[in-house]
């Protein structure tokens, strides 16, 4: 199983920017999708996840300001941010949770000025 993660930049504050993440290989069922980031200096923080059933969970500094959904029958998920801070920026990580293990994407570069 791969992921695929896309849609990172360079935005100025306030602005917005729209990850995706694909996964392709043998996939039989996915328990969940996220993302992830990681700043310099700064350990790996959930953003947001979302699983088959019950409703997305969103970290509180991405409450209101981030939205994560998931296309099933791509197994995609997708992460729209909005108002965006300089302290957002950060190398973001897609991924899916199977039966048997995790997979992480490679990462995308959120960079926001100020």
């Known amino acids: 199983v791969q992921l695929q993660a896309s849609g990172g930049g360079l935005v100025q504050s306030g602005g917005s920017l729209r990850l995706s993440c694909v996964a392709s290989?043998?996939?039989?069922?996915?328990?969940?999708m996220g993302w992830y980031r990681q700043a310099p200096g700064k350990q790996r923080e959930l953003v947001a996840g979302?699983?088959?059933?019950?409703?997305?969970n969103h970290a509180d500094s991405a409450k209101g300001r981030f939205t994560i959904s998931r296309d099933t029958a791509k197994n995609a998920v997708y992460l729209q941010m909005d108002n965006l801070k300089p302290e957002d920026t950060a190398v973001y990580y897609c991924?899916?949770?199977?039966?048997?293990?995790?997979?992480w994407g490679q990462g995308t570069q959120v960079t926001v000025s100020s």
């Open positions: 290989g043998n996939i039989f069922s996915i328990n969940s």
């Open positions: 991924i899916v949770v199977l039966p048997q293990r995790t997979v």
């Open positions: 979302i699983g088959s059933i019950g409703p997305p």
